[in-house]
């Protein structure tokens, strides 16, 4: 019978967890077993005795579980000196942050480990409920709108009162992904005026059925193709003419929220310096793609940046401040793709059909080797896993 370890994730800030009781109980349904790090789920509110009475066991070593398992489900990448802990031919399933990772992918074949990379999973419909990067951006999408109304120094809806008429704030939303688009939703529920900038003309449909107003792409300009359901890196000429197009939008925008990222590459400034410079005193700006250099010049990770009386917002884990729900999705994303895995194993151990497109495309490591090496390729200066694709 495989058995699974639940860590505790040791990454500063990282509140969430890989597994919840609810999944536990689900996933033991199919002969699986968990061994839980005790406090594992407690920063998400899932208490140890939850676990137990799905029907795990908690490690009363945390150093000795590691050499006991089959497999270890995560959040972010486990440590290395953990890893090594782990028999050969043990799975590692989380977001592994596969791109540029090369020490990661040394210890995982050194140590003859199966790494699955929830960031690779292809965007098709089989694979919709196993669709990580999607349940998180959700997330984020609506805390990001959160976080600027919170910031904004007014209303967000229009008001009529005895002292006359407040106006509605004005949303600026960069990607119409998964992020963009919760995002349009939680502004729009909030009465904010929306617009929103895609590099796809196609994404119009969606943000005008959620009542947003969409800001064409660039007349004359080859806009950047979309391939497995991720946007793909725009030229500059593409980018220097957008952002010509958004300097208007900026200017009277009083929350511009940044979902564009590419999968593996820097995220595309779509915001310099000189347009901020038009931008209104007291505006907010909450850059969702600041690990992986920004949309928006000025922004740090995890940090605020009061910009001449712009407040620049770096949100780099807004998932893990709504843990509870994150980490309910995370899970269950997981629990589908192992309930996959399960089903094209048949009986015994679990094994990898590398024609199927769900596990060839996730497949990271595997027997001493990189299944994915285009991946790799150069580094990307980040300082997070990313999670909100536009």
């Not at 229009?158 to 963009?180: D, E, F, K, N, S």
């Not at 909030?190 to 943000?207: F, H, K, N, W």
């Not at 030229?235 to 958004?246: G, I, K, P, S, V």
């Not at 564009?260 to 000189?274: D, K, T």
Request: charged content about 15%; aromatic content about 4%; glycine content about 10%.
């Amino acid at each position: 019978m495989t058995l699974l370890l639940i860590p505790k994730e040791g990454h500063p800030g990282e509140s969430r967890v890989a597994a919840t009781p609810e999944t536990v109980h689900r996933l033991g349904a199919r002969g699986l077993k968990f061994l839980v790090e005790p406090g594992a789920g407690t920063a998400a509110g899932f208490a140890d005795q939850e676990y137990c009475q799905a029907g795990a066991e908690l490690s009363s070593d945390a150093d000795s579980a590691w050499s006991q398992v089959d497999g270890v489900l995560c959040v972010q990448p486990p440590p290395l000196h953990r890893l090594e802990r782990l028999r050969p031919g043990a799975l590692v399933i989380g977001l592994l942050s596969p791109y540029g990772a090369h020490d990661l992918t040394a210890c995982l074949n050194a140590h003859q480990l199966s790494g699955l990379a929830l960031e690779l999973l292809p965007r098709i419909s089989r694979a919709q409920t196993m669709d990580v990067l999607s349940s998180q951006a959700n997330i984020a999408g609506y805390k990001a709108v959160l976080l600027a109304a919170s910031a904004l120094d007014r209303y967000v809806p229009m008001l009529m009162t005895a002292a006359g008429t407040i106006q509605p704030a004005r949303a600026l939303i960069l990607g119409a992904g998964v992020a963009g688009l919760q995002a349009l939703a939680t502004a729009r529920r909030l009465g904010a005026v929306v617009t929103v900038s895609d590099v796809r003309p196609a994404a119009r449909e969606q943000v005008e059925s959620l009542g947003g107003r969409f800001l064409a792409p660039p007349e004359q300009q080859q806009a950047p193709a979309e391939v497995g359901g991720y946007a793909q890196a725009a030229t500059e000429a593409f980018l220097a003419a957008q952002r010509r197009q958004l300097e208007e939008q900026l200017a009277v925008a009083d929350m511009v929220i940044c979902t564009a990222q590419v999968p593996g590459r820097p995220a595309p400034r779509l915001i310099s310096e000189s347009m901020l410079d038009h931008a209104r005193p007291g505006a907010v700006v909450v850059d969702l793609a600041v690990a992986q250099g920004g949309n928006c010049a000025g922004t740090v990770p995890g940090e605020t940046v009061v910009r001449q009386g712009v407040i620049l917002i770096g949100a780099d884990a807004l998932p893990s401040s709504v843990a509870h729900h994150a980490s309910a999705l995370y899970a269950r994303n997981l629990a589908a793709l192992l309930e996959h895995l399960l089903e094209t194993s048949g009986e015994g151990p679990i094994q990898f059909d590398q024609e199927d497109p769900i596990v060839a495309g996730c497949l990271f490591t595997h027997a001493g080797q990189c299944q994915r090496p285009e991946v790799l390729g150069t580094p990307v200066e980040t300082t997070k896993t990313a999670e909100v694709v536009a």
